[in-house]
């Protein structure tokens, strides 16, 4: 939302922060045979990227060069590659017959919620450019995806990070948009892949663990 004398107001950086924190803690915190590769690299590949990242802009988004750009969407992207691929273990551990079901309905939980973090910073980055184009860009760009607050007419309203967290987990949530309307063919392929991730995880995984559960 613009400041009182129309001059834009940049958006906050500490959301998304906190956000990615959290996600790599739940990496961290996995069981250590769901190991894929070696679990510090994770960690540390994340605090390469973040720390230049917050130092250009520590509060605000108020600057952004070519490189700090692909670092941070090379970082979402990162985050929900390397999830997917915790997915694909949950499977493996399933079919094996051999998993241990508390541990995997643990699994399915910390690999849910990451998802949704992932996916909330992957659309936070790519509509409209991500937060400084959206902003303090001086061209407009076109919309991935059109919010409710946008169909009322002319407003100064300005997306932010946690409405795209919040569409991520209602995306993940009704596996279909409820939230905001996606509008490009990146927007609908990406809403697809964390749907069906989405659907995976409750359907095969949550319900397999709870039938093991039950000496199924």
């Known amino acids: 939302m613009p400041d009182t004398d129309g001059t834009p107001t940049a958006e906050h950086r500490w959301p998304a922060l906190i956000a990615i924190v959290v996600a790599v803690l739940i990496y961290v915190?996995?069981?250590p045979h769901a190991e894929v590769i070696p679990r510090w690299i994770?960690?540390?590949a994340a605090a390469l990227l973040l720390i230049p990242l917050t130092i250009l802009n520590p509060h605000r988004f108020t600057?952004?060069?070519t490189w700090s750009r692909w670092m941070s969407i090379g970082l979402a992207f990162g985050l929900a590659v390397v999830n997917q691929v915790e997915v694909a273990?949950?499977?493996v551990e399933l079919l094996k017959g051999s998993a241990d079901a508390p541990?995997?309905?643990l699994m399915a939980l910390q690999v849910w919620v990451t998802n949704v973090i992932a996916f909330g910073l992957i659309y936070w980055e790519l509509d409209r450019s991500g937060p400084?184009?959206?902003r303090m860009?001086?061209?407009p760009v076109a919309p991935d995806f059109r919010f409710p607050q946008e169909d009322a007419g002319p407003t100064s309203w300005q997306s932010g990070f946690t409405d795209y967290l919040y569409f991520s987990l209602s995306n993940q949530m009704a596996f279909s948009p409820t939230d905001a309307m996606p509008l490009t063919s990146r927007a609908k392929a990406l809403m697809g892949i964390q749907a069906f991730t989405g659907f995976v995880l409750l359907a095969l995984v949550?319900?397999?663990a709870v039938n093991i559960v039950g000496g199924g």
Do not use: H, Q
Request: charged share 20%; glycine share 4%; hydrophobic share 55%.
């Open 132 to 134: 400084f184009a959206r």
């Open 89 to 91: 273990t949950i499977v």
């Open 29 to 31: 915190l996995l069981p």
């Open 103 to 105: 541990v995997v309905l």
């Open 63 to 65: 600057r952004e060069t």
């Open 206 to 208: 949550i319900a397999r």
């Open 137 to 139: 860009g001086s061209e």
């Open 42 to 44: 994770v960690p540390v």
